[in-house]
Each structure stands twice: as C-alpha cells, then as structure tokens.
C-alpha cells in the first residue's frame, strides 16, 4: 500500500556557545520559525525498505539520493544554506522523522535525533549534536555534551520577553562546518592552554546568558552579544571583513555575533544582530547592500504537516 508522510524540523541559531559546546562545554540553542519540510511516498518493499533501515549509515548527500531513487521524495526549505543556521541538521531531522513515520514505528523524538546525530557526524565529522537537538525538540535548549555517549540537555522557559532580534548575512563562508570545527581542533592541538582559557570564559558568558534569560541577575543583552563575538574572534573562527562590519554595527550602538561555525576567508555566514532602534540597524544594512531577515526564537521541534 502507498503511503505518503510530510514532516517539518527548525533551524536554529546559537545564541551563545558555539564551538566550545565540541569540547562539552555547555550552549543556549533556540529554533527559529526557518524550516526544512520533506516529502516521503512509496511503496515499502524489500529493496527500498532496506535504504529506510540502513539510513544512518550513510551521508546526508547519500541519504538524500537513495531516497529519491527509491521513493517519491522531495525537500523544501526555507533555511538558508550554508550560513550557520543548522540547515542540514534540519534536513536530517526532517528525514529520521519521515522514515520513522512511513515505516510506521512510534514517533520516538529520542531515535529520530540519534539517527539525525548519526547523518550529522558523517556530514560535519566531529560535530556537537547541539543542532540536530534543537532541531528535534525546539523551543530553548541548554545544551552539554558530556562525552559522546551522554549528552545533556534540557528545555529554557524564559521568564522575559526576548527582544527583536535580526539575522544578518555577512556571506557565505568558504569553509565548511566541517573545516571549522577542525580548524579550532588544530588550534587547540597547537595550545591548549590558550584555546581552554577562551573556551571557560565563553562557559561564563553562556551562564551569564542563562541567567539573564531566566531574570536571575541583571545583565545586558547587548553586553553579552558584544564580549561573546569578542572570545569568538580569539577562537579565530571571524573574518577580518566580517568583524569589521561587527565594529561598524557597534559604533551606532549595537552588537552583534556570529552564529554557528563562522567563516574565515569570505563571509562568517549570519549575525545575530540586536539594536535597540530597528531602524538604526536597517540603515546600516542597506547602506552596506547586507540582507537582513528577523527571526522568531523558540518554535516547535520536529512535527508532522
Ligand atoms: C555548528 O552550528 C556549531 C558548532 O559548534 C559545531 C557543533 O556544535 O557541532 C561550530
């Protein structure tokens, strides 16, 4: 019997710990209403039964063909690319979940995002599982890898409302996940110690995140935003074009910092940007001709259409 499964899954973006949160240091994640929507229909047989079974095997391009030779399948996204908003992760979750339906199995978000872990490693090498999480559960995640058999997170309520806050394209990166993570890893092989001390001071300021987002301590978003891009340049994971226009958007009273994996050579992929006055901010982006996009944070996890 023909069966036919739609299923939807977030991006995201990393509002603080990004690369440390490798190195089981902890990372806030938030989706975003940005989504990968897949389309699965066919027959199960034998033969394409057997790609559905043996899909965390393989790598999520792989993935993507085997499906569409043995099945009607097509994907829809509205994440851009290649720019540190978790689309492939998305499109793993996305995919886990739709096999999970199709073939019937109860929806169990615990094996969707294991299998999406396991498409993710293949794809980016080395990576935290924070994106595929966030990507499956939704909502506010603190986020920590303990070791690669015990990860722990658990699900932020904020106890305030969040301020506007846009992305900002500074360019595709040349680099992919994969070259940042391992380009970090190389500089941490060189000095540890330097690499560790940037890493614990990011914890604080993911800490300090938490605490602000849970109206503990006082703390300034933008004063959050602005030290936390500064540890991220340390971490050498910033072009220079990029954090010049990080400085330009502080000048008129703003702050702003990658999100994701970041980029070298070309682009660093998007900002988060905050700025009190909106308009301010749209200014600066148009004068620079840099796309802009507001984002809502915190919307739903995995779900079927
Ligand atoms: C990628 O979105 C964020 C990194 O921290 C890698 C990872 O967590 O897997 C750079």
């Not at 973006?13 to 490798?22: A, K, Q, R, T």
């Not at 989504?35 to 393989?58: F, W």
Request: hydrophobic share 40%.
């Amino acid at each position: 019997m023909k069966k036919r499964v739609k299923v939807s899954a977030p991006g995201k973006v990393i509002l603080s710990g990004e690369h440390s949160v490798v190195y089981g240091y902890p990372a806030i994640l938030a989706a975003i209403d940005k989504r990968a929507t897949v389309e699965l229909a066919g027959t199960i047989s034998g033969t394409n039964g057997k790609v559905l079974t043996d899909l965390a095997k393989y790598r999520l391009d792989k993935v993507v063909k085997k499906l569409s030779e043995n099945f009607s399948f097509s994907i829809k996204s509205d994440i851009p690319s290649g720019s540190g908003l978790g689309s492939s992760a998305a499109l793993s979750v996305a995919i886990s979940a739709a096999v999970t339906k199709i073939t019937g199995q109860k929806w169990d978000p615990e094996k969707i995002n294991e299998i999406a872990y396991q498409m993710e490693k293949k794809h980016h090498g080395n990576p935290s599982g924070g994106d595929n999480t966030i990507s499956t559960y939704g909502g506010l995640l603190w986020y920590r890898k303990e070791a690669e058999g015990l990860k722990l997170f658990k699900s932020i309520t904020p106890k305030k409302r969040l301020p506007k806050l846009f992305l900002l394209d500074t360019g595709s990166p040349s680099e992919s996940t994969k070259d940042m993570v391992e380009l970090v890893a190389t500089s941490r092989q060189k000095n540890q110690k330097r690499m560790d001390k940037i890493m614990i001071q990011i914890e604080l300021i993911t800490k300090k995140f938490l605490h602000y987002l849970l109206n503990e301590k006082r703390a300034m978003l933008s004063e959050l935003i602005v030290e936390n891009q500064r540890l991220l340049e340390e971490l050498g994971v910033v072009s220079s074009s990029t954090k010049a226009l990080i400085r330009k958007i502080e000048k008129i009273g703003g702050a702003a910092k990658i999100t994701g994996a970041g980029g070298v050579k070309a682009g660093s992929g998007m900002l988060i940007v905050y700025h009190p006055n909106h308009q301010k901010l749209l200014n600066l982006a148009k004068t620079n001709r840099l796309a802009t996009l507001a984002i809502k944070l915190g919307e739903k996890g995995v779900q079927t259409q």
